[in-house]
């Protein structure tokens, strides 16, 4: 049993945003010479998910859309409200209780099944890092397990 793990830094420049990491994905595989195995990629953020879609841009607008009417940004969110706020507050706090209650229907992680040193998708399947704050740059490890 073989363990490869790699980071991989990620930049949005919007909210929501789905980015696809696809290739960045496939390329660890690669490098982590494993033929049969697992691959979990892992947001290592609150505020930015991991999910397994398809890449059409129609589709990402109406995902976009979806995530922007389950949260609105311009709700009412206690974690925004500085006044009354008091755990995990630092210098540079910005306003995203939204972005953490769209997460909660998306996910930190997948984990796609690796057969012949290639990961196993459907048809149209891609890996997207899905940014919910604010513009950034993300870290998501990639873990691929097996032999």
């Known amino acids: 049993m073989r363990a490869f ?3 991989l830094n990620v930049k949005s420049t919007r ?3 789905f980015i696809d990491i696809t290739d960045l994905v496939v ?4 490098e982590s010479k494993v033929e049969s195995g697992i ?10 998910a991991i999910k397994i879609n398809e890449n059409e841009p129609l589709l990402i607008k109406d ?3 979806f995530l922007r009417t389950i949260a609105p940004r311009d709700s ?6 500085f006044a009354i706020r008091t755990v995990h507050m630092h210098e540079d706090e910005c306003p995203n209780g939204h972005a ?3 997460h909660l229907t998306l996910g930190t992680s997948e984990m796609i099944p690796i057969v012949n040193g290639e990961l196993a998708f459907g048809k149209w ?3 997207f890092l899905v940014e919910l704050d604010l513009p950034k740059s993300r870290e998501v490890v990639v873990q691929i397990m097996g032999k």
């Open 27 to 30: 390329d660890a595989v690669g």
């Open 76 to 81: 009412y969110y206690g974690h925004n409200d």
């Open 125 to 127: 399947q891609r890996v």
């Open 63 to 65: 995902m976009e859309h």
């Open 15 to 17: 909210a929501p945003e």
């Open 39 to 48: 691959a979990i990629v892992f947001s290592r953020h609150t505020t930015a």
């Open 5 to 7: 793990t790699k980071c």
């Open 100 to 102: 953490h209650c769209q």
